[in-house]
């Protein structure tokens, strides 16, 4: 009978082992794509909040949602900003301060987000309604930013539009 049974036993491990297999890596498959998701979620709020808070013309609040090393870049249109200090001190501050400038409103939609680790990236439309020198301007465009995962959440490293 110990003659047999290992043999037997030998075809059952041979037969069941994939299948045990299979198993275990749809498991694993599965909690990368539920951690996928969360990340992705987590993400969306980040550019949600952000926007928000450029909608209000909020520093702090945008603030909130970077990286606000050196690292930090903004490329819009044809003036790039390095730095976190750099965008808000030079771009923002000024802009938000001028008389002649007032964001009316500042949506974003059609987000579509890549996630990796440490790094993911999104992309998105916008849309900015806002009086310059007291006339209504209307700005639609495409824009893509690269997002790094910290210990405080996804935060924004780039932004492009």
Same mark, same amino acid.
């Given at each position: ?8 036993? &030998?075809? !059952?491990? =041979?037969?069941? $082992?994939?299948?045990?297999?299979? @198993? ?6 599965? +909690? ?31 603030? &909130?949602f !970077?990286? =606000?090393?050196? $690292?930090?870049s903004?490329?819009? @249109? ?6 976190? +200090? ?16 007032r ?31 007291g ?27």
């Amino acid at each position: 009978m110990k003659r047999l049974a290992t043999p037997l036993m &030998a075809v !059952v491990l =041979t037969v069941m $082992a994939p299948a045990a297999m299979a @198993g275990t890596v749809a498991q694993q498959n599965g +909690a990368a794509a539920a951690a996928a998701d969360s990340a992705e979620a987590a993400i969306r709020a980040v550019l949600e909040g952000y926007a928000a808070a450029v909608a209000r013309s909020d520093i702090a609040g945008m603030e &909130a949602f !970077v990286d =606000t090393s050196d $690292a930090f870049s903004v490329f819009e @249109g044809n003036h790039v900003n390095r730095g976190w +200090a750099d965008y808000r001190d030079n771009h923002l501050t000024p802009e938000f301060a001028s008389p002649d400038f007032r964001i009316r409103d500042y949506t974003i939609d059609d987000i579509r987000v890549g996630v990796g680790d440490p790094l993911s990236y999104a992309t998105f439309r916008y849309h900015l309604r806002a009086e310059v020198g007291g006339e209504p301007r209307e700005r639609k465009g495409l824009a893509t930013v690269v997002l790094v995962k910290t210990p405080a959440g996804w935060k924004i490293r780039h932004e492009q539009s």
